[in-house]
């Protein structure tokens, strides 16, 4: 049972547009997400993350979306730049620390110029 | 000054054979963890260690045994490796233990086991 849902599988963005990558959950315990950013041969890394008590969350270009009733999220990359081009993963897990990191199967992102 | 480092980072072997991978932190944290990533890239945890405790230890053959000789360090053996355990093995950690999930993740650059 695949508890994050996670698509596209891949996306083709051109330099300066938006990219968005969509997921969504099952588990209504569910209370903490965040999204990791994976670049070819290296370990995932944390990008941002955001708790349901906010519906939206910006750092720099990247900003999550959240909607808790339709319980899903979405990552918005303003500005794509070539450098964004990577693997990116949804996760979802509760703070009471009951259950592990949950991953999305992951998008990869390919930004050309 | 790696922050969480892994050995070796390619690996190959014939079936049957047995393997390990080290991994170390230098962060500080209670928390490690192993995960599993397969072809098509899908990541799922395999365990979670807590200051030298196992936590977690999600649907995993035996034939896989976590070893945490200190809180820095967390290896995976293997045992009697088969073709269906090729993939790449990230080591991860992260600092509060109370809050083992919600707290960052730091991951390894992964393991790539090939099993011939």
């Known amino acids: 049972q695949q508890q994050v849902k996670q698509s596209p599988q891949s996306l083709i963005v051109q330099k300066g547009g938006i990219s968005i990558i969509n997921c969504a959950y099952e588990?209504?315990?569910?209370?903490?997400f965040p999204w990791y950013q994976q670049f070819p041969g290296k370990g995932p890394a944390l990008l941002i993350a955001i708790r349901p008590d906010v519906s939206e969350k910006k750092e720099g270009r990247f900003t999550i979306s959240f909607n808790k009733s339709a319980k899903q999220f979405s990552l918005h990359i303003m500005d794509s730049q070539p450098g964004d081009s990577a693997t990116y993963f949804c996760?979802?897990?509760?703070?009471?620390?009951?259950?592990?990191?949950?991953f999305g199967k992951g998008t990869r992102l390919s930004v050309i110029a | 000054d790696t922050a969480v480092s892994q050995t070796p980072k390619y690996l190959v072997t014939q079936m049957g054979n047995d393997k390990s991978i080290k991994c170390e932190q230098n962060?500080?944290?209670?928390?490690m963890y192993w995960y599993k990533q397969d072809s098509k890239k899908f990541l799922k945890i395999m365990f979670s260690y807590n200051n030298k405790e196992l936590i977690i230890n999600e649907t995993v053959p035996n034939r896989f045994s976590p070893k945490s000789p200190d809180k820095a360090h967390l290896n995976l053996h293997i045992n009697s490796l088969e073709l269906g355990d090729s993939a790449v093995y990230f080591c991860a950690s992260s600092q509060d233990p109370g809050l083992a999930y919600t707290d960052t993740q730091y991951f390894g650059p992964g393991t790539r086991l090939t099993v011939l």
């Open positions: 996760a979802a897990t509760d703070i009471s620390g009951n259950t592990p990191l949950v």
């Open positions: 962060l500080g944290h209670d928390t």
């Open positions: 588990n209504t315990a569910f209370d903490y």
